[in-house]
């Protein structure tokens, strides 16, 4: 089982980027899913999770990140818009069940101001 995380880069405050996470051994469909990301002397802190069909986003980011999934590509997304370097961390994808647990390894998300 693999989650391949990418998209990530450097960026301009108020900029965009999509994070893409792809795997590889599992249907992403029977799993809930989640982006986490941490910033360096900080806990790995959830930014949006999907179960069920319902997603919920850290009010840090809300308004302004959007999970989405594509089945057909086994691939989901986060959308990230007007980004602020408090932003800036290692962006992780997980899935998960109620007897898995699988992550990524990690993009890093760099905001300048």
């Known amino acids: 089982v693999q989650l391949q995380a990418s998209g990530g880069g450097l960026v301009q405050a108020g900029g965009s980027l999509r994070l893409s996470c792809a795997a590889s051994?599992?249907?992403?469909?029977?799993?809930?899913m989640g982006w986490y990301r941490q910033a360096p002397g900080n806990t790995r802190e959830l930014v949006a999770g999907t179960s069920s069909g319902t997603t919920t986003y850290a009010d840090s980011v809300k308004g302004r990140f959007t999970a989405s999934r594509d089945n057909a590509k086994n691939t989901v997304y986060l959308q990230m818009n007007s980004l602020r370097p408090e932003d800036t961390a290692v962006y992780y994808c997980?899935?998960?069940?109620?007897?898995?647990?699988?992550w990524g390894k990690g993009t890093q998300v760099t905001v300048s101001s």
């Open positions: 997980n899935a998960h069940s109620a007897f898995r647990d699988y």
């Open positions: 051994g599992i249907i992403l469909s029977f799993y809930s």
